[in-house]
């Protein structure tokens, strides 16, 4: 079945250093992929909405020029935190649909990526 | 998109058949209901999709009844491997559209 591969699993990093974040499709291409944030024992939230080509779209409360997205190709979105601090540190997870199909459409998640901002 | 609510948590024992029942009163026409399983640290798995009636595949079944306003993932035989998280997602299936997560059920199972 269809893929999300997202890199990497884990990372640690210093307070006000960046860490990028890839998430790949690996078998579709996806002109949209989405970006959640999991903090311990609570949901996924959207953080945003990665477009290819365009500028991506931000749920409201989180500031994009903190949370950088690049989807320069059809098949990889990237988040990079920027100037991380402690309380940034979470499991960060990427989704991608199809859009070869226009609609029933199975949304696939990457395994996450949890970060320590120490 | 429509609002979902499910139980905070379960507890079944292994081999018993598990019932989650979600409620999503305010589903819209175009909306599908969609059930993920996560386990820690890991990224959600879909399990199962449907838009009515009744729809199995290999690991559940679930029910939809016909006015839509809820849904019930029916979870045969279950082992301890099926303690995890669960969510009831109701919305759109295209492409571009983002899935929003409620806060799930998290089911315990033991022997």
Redesign the interface.
Known sequence: GAV?S?HPSWVICKSGTSVKIECRSLDFQ???M?W?RQFPKQ????MA?SNEGSKATYEQGVEKDKFLINHASLTLSTLTVTSAHPEDSS?Y?C?A???G????????????T?LTVV | LAKTTQPISMDSYEGQEVNITCSHNNIATNDYITWYQQFPSQGPRFIIQGYKTKVTNEVASLFIPADRKSSTLSLPRVSLSDTAVYYCLVGSNQAGTALIFGKGTTLSVSS
């Open positions: 999300v997202q996806a002109t949209t989405f959640y949901s996924l939230m959207l909405t499991f997870i989704s649909r199809d859009s199909k226009d609609r029933n459409t199975e949304a696939f998640f990457g395994q996450g949890r």
